[in-house]
């Protein structure tokens, strides 16, 4: 409040809505530190439940065909209303101000960590991740706030910490809630819960609002669409073949995601612990390629051959995944399969250089969007197939049929990206002959 009340002390009286914006404020550490503790707490908490929920909701229902199936439902569910609600909370931010909708997002989360911990049976865990779903704004509104405190030079470095600080979360998470799932499958819903509320009333006494009463947007229907993006990016007929193999990969990743804890758990026997485990090797094998070997990758491969490579090994992976007789195959899968986590980053660099610089947050931004949309899909899908085949025994080889969709998702993505690489390749040749 005093911010806001200095800030319009200082305006001059003659200043009208079509003077130009007040300046955004300095960036301080405080308010940039509140905001990488929010988005580093929301990907702990996420990545707390990660290796528990598909095992706490084999306590409510009847065979792991219902087991699949109904966390199948609650992913596709909680994934389509972040879908629906992100651009929604976003605009909403744009209106009101930054700071409300993250205290809002932060109580939500709480309740919905406290709702699905204490759930007595599959209704109100139901309600806990629709909550959940609603609330989880976080990350895009937090985005807003670096960009309204930080200054066009130092915009980018406030950015790359918040991604640190995402990434970090979700590393340290499943390690965490595999864990504390050991001791009691509860137990990391309401440690969640707590991380929550501190932040919340840490953000509510201490972190001031960040963007300017002049530079707020009004409120429209037109603004939160989540579709406008989508329908824009297949107008792109220049750059459709590398947006179908981004889709294809992020599809078949969005699937193994949804179904990993469960096929460990139905072939393997596995734990939360167990797979805590394994996830946290997961997250730690993607920051040290997409921080630490990424540029180098790029500079002895180049962007088009480390997308191929990577997608290649991602394929043969997945086939891998599902034949795995033994779950120490599993761990040693994950760190054979680096080129894959450098997949995503070198197609998203091509993509990006079709565009103008004008365009690149949209641009990126459409591509979130199919990521969204994944989260919606992917899980109905990759649940039916596991329910179908979680009969079988656990050494038979259909069990894998998931893996087995993911691999052919990702080898027919890097098919046509390399399609689209030849026939451009051929295009640059016919031009060069012209000339």
Known sequence: MAARRATKACMPDHATPDSSPPRAPPVRAGNLNFILVCVFIDMLGIGLVVPVLPILIGDFVDGKDQQAMWYGIM???????????????????????????????????????????????????????????VSSASM??????????????????????????????????????????????????????????????????????SLAQGSRAPFTLARINPFAALV??????????????????TFAQMMLNTTWVLYTHFRFDWTPRQNGIALFCVGLCAAVVQAGLLGILIKRLGEVRLSLLGMASGALTYLLYGLATQGWMMYALILCNLLAFAAGPALQGIISKSSAASEQGELMGSL?????????????????????????????????????????????????????????????????TIK
């Open 368 to 432: 979130q969007s199919i990521s969204s949309l994944g989260i919606i899909i992917m899980p109905l899908l990759g649940s039916l197939i596991l329910g179908e085949v979680s009969h079988l025994p656990a050494d038979d080889w259909r069990i894998g049929s998931t893996f087995f969709v993911c691999a052919l998702m990702q080898t027919l993505g890097m098919i046509v990206a390399w399609r689209y690489f030849k026939a451009r390749r051929g295009l640059r040749l016919v031009v060069s």
């Open 140 to 209: 895009s509104v937090a985005s807003a706030y670096a960009s309204d405190i930080s200054t066009p030079d130092n915009r980018a470095k406030s950015f790359g910490k918040i991604g640190a600080a995402f990434g970090l979360g979700f590393i340290c998470g499943p390690m965490l809630g595999g864990l504390l799932g050991d001791i009691n499958l509860h137990l990391p819903f309401f440690v969640a819960a707590g991380l929550s509320a501190a932040n919340f009333v840490y953000g509510y006494f201490f972190v001031p609002e």
């Open 232 to 249: 824009k990016l297949a107008r792109r007929v220049e750059i459709r073949g590398l947006v179908l193999a981004f889709g294809l990969m």
């Open 75 to 133: 992913a596709a569910v909680f994934g389509l209303l972040q879908f629906i609600f992100m651009p929604m909370l976003g605009a909403i931010s744009d209106r009101v101000g930054r700071r409300p909708v993250l205290l809002y997002s932060m109580a939500g989360m709480c309740v919905n960590f406290l709702a699905t911990g204490w759930a007595p049976n599959l209704a109100c865990l139901f309600i806990g991740r629709i909550i959940g779903g």
